[in-house]
């Protein structure tokens, strides 16, 4: 009789998060994890010499804690360097924010971020 060949067991494998995953991980970090992304639509975005794709979010902060992590969003936003495998964010603009105070303090924000594939 001949031994049964013993098979061998791969772990399986997570995929790898795409930029758009890899960015809203970066914006929930610079938001303490106070924000709650409403809408993100990606767009893809060609130069003669870049390539990537445009980001448009809008982030939901609810509560005064929620409110004042989002005017510091807000504020350094547009300076913020990321650190995104694999891409360069060339482009970071707020491009709307709106307050409510009732029935609580609320504050949307609406940014659009340029990110390019770093070959």
């Known amino acids: ?3 049964s060949p013993t098979a061998k067991i791969r772990p399986s494998r997570k995929p790898r998060r795409t930029a758009a995953e890899r ?3 970066a914006l929930d970090a610079l938001c303490s994890g106070l924000a709650t992304i409403e ?3 990606e767009k893809a975005w060609a130069s ?3 390539s990537g794709a445009r980001h448009s979010l809008r982030l939901t902060f609810s509560g005064a804690e929620a409110v ?3 005017e510091s969003f807000v504020s350094i936003l547009p300076e913020h360097e990321f650190t995104i495998p694999g891409q360069l964010v060339a482009d970071a603009t707020i491009t709307n924010v709106r ?3 009732l029935p ?3 504050m949307v924000v ?3 971020l340029l990110l390019l594939i770093d070959a």
């Open 39 to 41: 809408q993100h639509d």
């Open 110 to 112: 609406e940014c659009e």
């Open 48 to 50: 003669i010499t870049f």
């Open 68 to 70: 004042e992590a989002g």
């Open 1 to 3: 009789m001949s031994a």
């Open 104 to 106: 609580e303090p609320q």
């Open 23 to 25: 960015l809203r991980l």
């Open 99 to 101: 307050h409510r105070l």
